[in-house]
């Protein structure tokens, strides 16, 4: 049975696309771009436009007309994104630490136009998912919708002295 939905579309279609790549999480490999552009563009899927490429021009976070964050150089970020992934592969730092450690590189380099905070905590849930099984279940959406300014804050202190 279906359950019927109201709300935004766009906001109804995140959450389906959300709902969709999760569902194949387990079949992707932490460690590949491939897959990590296949799952971008599952997530922004109708939303944003290109959906899992690379972008191709500069980019910056804003708070209003303040700046808070200028994404890395556009031609820097498949390089960045495989180095980060290799140290991923290679490492041997425990799982919550690497989980996190990617989750940052991924918001601080900003590989994509839009969909970088969905696509990093998708990032670090399928790393301690390969892990541990049941921490694919851990309402990572929920809890940062909840806690939205605290994680904007987080992400930022830990910027703060790189």
Same mark, same amino acid.
């Given at each position: 049975?279906?359950? &019927?939905?109201?709300?935004?579309?766009?906001?109804?279609?995140?959450?389906?696309?959300?709902?969709?790549?999760?569902?194949?999480?387990?079949?992707?490999?932490?460690?590949?771009?491939?897959?990590?552009?296949?799952?971008?563009?599952?997530?922004?899927?109708?939303? $944003?436009?290109?959906?899992?490429?690379? &972008?191709?021009?500069?980019?910056?976070?804003?708070?209003?007309?303040?700046?808070?964050?200028?994404?890395?150089?556009?031609?820097?970020?498949? $390089?960045?994104?495989?180095?980060?992934?290799?140290?991923?592969?290679?490492?041997?730092?425990?799982?919550?630490? *690497?989980?996190?450690?990617?989750?940052?590189?991924?918001?601080?380099?900003?590989?994509?136009?839009?969909?970088?905070? &969905?696509?990093?905590?998708?990032? +670090?849930?399928?790393?301690?998912? *390969?892990?541990?099984?049941?921490?694919?279940?851990?309402?990572?959406?929920?809890?940062?919708?909840?806690? +939205?300014?605290?994680?904007?804050?987080?992400?930022? *202190?830990?910027?703060?002295? &790189?």
């Amino acid at each position: 049975m279906e359950k &019927r939905l109201y709300g935004n579309p766009l906001e109804i279609k995140e959450v389906k696309n959300a709902y969709e790549v999760y569902e194949k999480m387990q079949d992707l490999d932490e460690y590949s771009i491939k897959d990590f552009l296949l799952a971008h563009g599952v997530l922004t899927k109708g939303l $944003t436009e290109p959906s899992g490429k690379f &972008r191709d021009g500069p980019i910056g976070v804003y708070n209003g007309e303040d700046m808070i964050h200028m994404g890395a150089n556009q031609k820097f970020v498949p $390089t960045l994104v495989k180095d980060v992934f290799d140290w991923a592969k290679e490492s041997e730092v425990h799982p919550l630490i *690497k989980s996190s450690v990617v989750h940052y590189e991924i918001e601080f380099i900003h590989p994509f136009q839009d969909g970088n905070g &969905r696509i990093g905590r998708l990032w +670090q849930t399928l790393i301690l998912a *390969k892990w541990n099984e049941l921490l694919a279940w851990i309402p990572i959406e929920t809890m940062i919708y909840n806690y +939205q300014q605290e994680y904007y804050e987080a992400l930022g *202190k830990s910027g703060a002295n &790189r």
